[in-house]
């Protein structure tokens, strides 16, 4: 047999070769990993319509959105001291109930809403304990990590609850932490983002100016036709990381809320004091307590109408904390951000 027919590939050969599939590998993987997260902004994009279809089919069926807190001390205080435990927070021994959780049976849960008795029983009592750790796939964005439910999340530490990505918004306004108590109720709370919403208050925590926050049942039924700035230009349910942020229970009026006082993605693109967001900084609520996500420039937001929108995170603050009032007589439109 000749040399010739005996000839294989030489080692320069082998190396061009070896080249040119780096080189094809390194261009195919960005192109896959685009595609990859349009599919997961897709599917976060149902998730967040389902969640809105949901409210107003709740709405039609009660006559309000669903609400947050506990109906039976409706007129307690929260002050700093925890002497006097207000309507969505803190802990359990109190029917505290979140806005989704009272909309399970309008997410095919409604084994899961009678097994608790939602919103009648404690939220810690025997029957509603393994309601509370369901981890419900409706909740999840495929963006981020994994969030298996876990026993570390704000004031319901030590019980194992299921965590959400989607979170409702509880207007623009941000400060001072107290119901009917004098404006320095909680002196401790210092953030950069304090802003006095529409509602002339500056506790977006217990007297919002959006749809949802912790104990917006003390001030009644929420009727679509209050928000008068137009559904189609008025925040109702955002993004968030709970993986980023202790206050992460979907069952939890203070898990399932978040205001637009503080800007988008702050903490994950946007640094608050030089500062990224991490696993040792979940806990600074007063400037975590927001909406943020894994989709690069920005994040998706339910309307009041049900439509869904991505919204850019250099959207000026101004009129990111417009659009999430619903009687601020502004002028905001969503689709131009």
């Keep these: 047999m000749s040399r010739a027919a005996r000839r294989g590939f030489t080692l320069i050969e082998l190396l061009v070769v070896i080249a040119i599939i780096a080189i094809l590998i390194a ?20 998730n967040l319509k389902q969640l809105a279809l949901a409210c107003h089919n ?7 959105l669903p609400r947050d807190g506990n109906t039976n001390s409706a007129s307690n205080n929260y002050v700093n001291s925890h002497g006097s435990l207000g309507v969505g927070c803190c802990g359990g021994g ?14 095919e849960e409604t084994a899961a809403a009678s097994q608790g008795n939602i919103p009648i029983d404690n939220i810690d009592s025997a029957n509603a304990k393994p309601i509370l750790a369901l981890d419900l796939k409706a909740l999840w964005c495929p963006s981020d990590d994994p969030t298996p439910p876990r026993t570390t999340s704000a004031d319901l530490s030590g019980i194992l609850v299921g965590l959400t990505h989607y979170k409702g918004v509880s207007g623009s306004n941000w400060g001072k932490d107290g119901w009917k108590v004098a404006p320095n109720a909680e002196s401790s709370f210092t953030t950069p983002y304090t802003n006095t919403g529409a509602n002339g208050s500056s506790n977006g925590l217990e007297n919002g100016d959006g749809i949802f926050f912790r104990a917006d049942l003390r001030f009644g039924k929420m009727h679509l036709k209050k928000i008068t700035d137009g559904t189609s230009n008025t925040f109702m349910i955002g993004e968030d990381l709970p993986t980023y942020v202790n206050w992460n229970a979907w069952s939890y009026p203070n898990g399932a809320c978040g205001t637009c006082a503080i800007p988008p993605n702050t903490g994950v693109y946007i640094p608050t004091s030089g500062k990224n967001l991490g696993p040792g900084d979940a806990g600074n609520w007063p400037e975590r307590y927001s909406f943020r996500s894994k989709h690069p420039g920005g994040l998706q937001f339910a309307m009041a109408d049900g439509s869904v929108h991505f919204v850019r995170q250099d959207i000026p603050l101004q009129i990111y904390r417009q659009l999430a009032s619903i009687q601020g007589g502004e002028n905001a439109n969503v689709t131009s951000y």
Excluded: M
């Excluded at 261009?27 to 149902?46: F, Y």
């Excluded at 709740?58 to 309000?64: I, K, M, P």
């Design 27 to 46: 261009l195919l993987v960005p192109a896959v990993q685009k595609v990859r997260e349009s599919a997961n902004r897709t599917q976060c994009e149902n």
């Design 58 to 64: 709740y709405h039609d069926a009660q006559g309000t």
């Design 94 to 107: 109190a029917p505290r109930w979140s806005w989704i959780a009272r909309l399970l049976p309008y997410l």
